[in-house]
């Protein structure tokens, strides 16, 4: 069983930063590709950004040079720090990682921009 646990979702302003984290565990967490998807209400679930267990990232157009995808070997965590926040940024944001040919997703975290 693959458990992934989202974590640092919240209500920040416009412009503000939020920092989320997903946390993997057992041993086999830093080899597969972890993403970050979001979903808002009405709307598909769309990638946000990935990373590589050797640390090449991917972003949409929507959020690159905004966001930041890193990973911590050392604590199973991939981490999303999300800069310049706008209100069209509000969704649940879901940690992925597609092993095989399976997909996991954690239980998601609400991420809410609003003056």
């Known amino acids: 069983q693959v458990q992934l646990v989202e974590s640092g979702g919240g209500l920040v302003q416009p412009g503000e930063s939020l920092r989320l984290s997903c946390a993997g565990a057992g041993s086999l967490f830093n080899f597969y590709v972890t993403a970050w998807y979001r979903q808002a209400p009405g709307k598909q679930r769309e990638l946000v950004a990935s990373i590589s267990p050797g640390g090449v990232t991917n972003y949409a157009d929507s959020v690159k040079a905004r966001f930041v995808i890193a990973r911590d070997n050392a604590k199973n965590t991939v981490s999303l720090q999300m800069n310049s926040l706008k209100p069209e940024d509000t969704a649940v944001y879901y940690c992925?990682?597609?092993?095989?040919?399976?997909?996991?997703w954690g239980q998601g975290t609400q991420v809410t921009v609003s003056s």
């Open positions: 992925n990682q597609r092993r095989f040919a399976s997909d996991y």
